[in-house]
């Protein structure tokens, strides 16, 4: 089918880091202020028990290793791990709350989620992010609280991005139909798992952060493009 003969988009489900966000302020700002904060969190909080589900989680995946080493191994490695990522939201918060965080969105997505929201487009987020730092992102950005243009946040616990699973996970619990879904991320590979699960695609391929764009998903570089290409509301007309 051709975009002219597909049913229009109802949902558009986001991917945060390189689709929204841009990747410098995760791998920069967020990733370093959690590194630096864990260890304390550990030390002065190892004894409130959502830290505790997270440290139980850990030695579950890493038996015999000790929690802040793992942790570190994970963020050496930038891996999508449920408890890192729980953990990560956790000190984000005190960041957030002092003012020493905030984010900053790529300038085309404030004027297209308010744009989509208010044509009554359902958006929902999915993120390796836990559910906790995306409300937290969302809600503490340079042009002020964003999260309810959201009707739903999607975290790991929906599964892996890479997994068609995840992707019916998420429409079952939105009790939307795959086909009136358009998921949008800078990973082909997430891409890819998407539209397994019958979900229509479109790669952001953000040309400021180096995004190599595939041959496989329609590609845009904003989402007023998007919007252009999918027949969406369009932010500048508006
Ligand atoms: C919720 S903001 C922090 C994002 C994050 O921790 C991350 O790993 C980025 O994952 P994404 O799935 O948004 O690419
Ligand atoms: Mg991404």
Redesign the pocket.
């Known amino acids: 089918m051709t975009q002219a003969t597909q049913p229009p988009v109802r949902a558009v489900l986001l991917?945060?880091?390189?689709t929204t966000i841009p990747v410098s302020f995760?791998h920069d700002i967020?990733f370093p202020y959690a590194r630096k904060a864990l260890p304390e969190l550990l030390r002065s909080h190892g004894d409130d028990p959502a830290v505790q589900a997270q440290i139980a989680e850990i030695a579950r995946l890493a038996p015999g290793v000790a929690p802040l080493r793992q942790l570190e191994a994970w963020m050496d490695a930038d891996a999508?791990v449920a408890p890192l990522?729980a953990l990560?939201g956790m000190v984000w918060a005190q960041g957030y709350a002092d003012g020493a965080l905030k984010a900053t969105l790529y300038p085309d997505v404030v004027p297209a989620l308010r744009c989509w929201a208010a044509a009554g487009l359902a958006l929902a987020v999915y993120?390796?992010?836990s559910v906790a730092?995306?409300k937290l992102?969302y809600g503490h950005t340079t042009e002020g609280d964003l999260s309810s243009v959201f009707v739903g946040f999607y975290d790991l616990q929906m599964g892996g991005?890479r997994d068609a699973e995840s992707y019916r996970r998420i429409v079952d619990d939105a009790r939307w139909n795959a086909g009136d879904v358009l998921f949008l991320s800078d990973v082909v590979a997430e891409l890819d798992a998407a539209a397994s699960a019958g979900l229509r695609t479109c790669q952001i391929a953000r040309p400021e952060d180096g995004t190599r764009p595939g041959t496989t998903h329609p590609v845009a570089v904003t989402l007023a493009e998007v919007a252009a290409r999918f027949g969406l509301p369009h932010p500048e007309a508006v």
Do not use: H, P, R, T
């Not at 991917?15 to 390189?18: A, P, Q, R, W």
């Open positions: 991917d945060i880091e390189g995760v967020l999508k990522k990560q993120s390796s992010g730092a995306q992102i991005k």
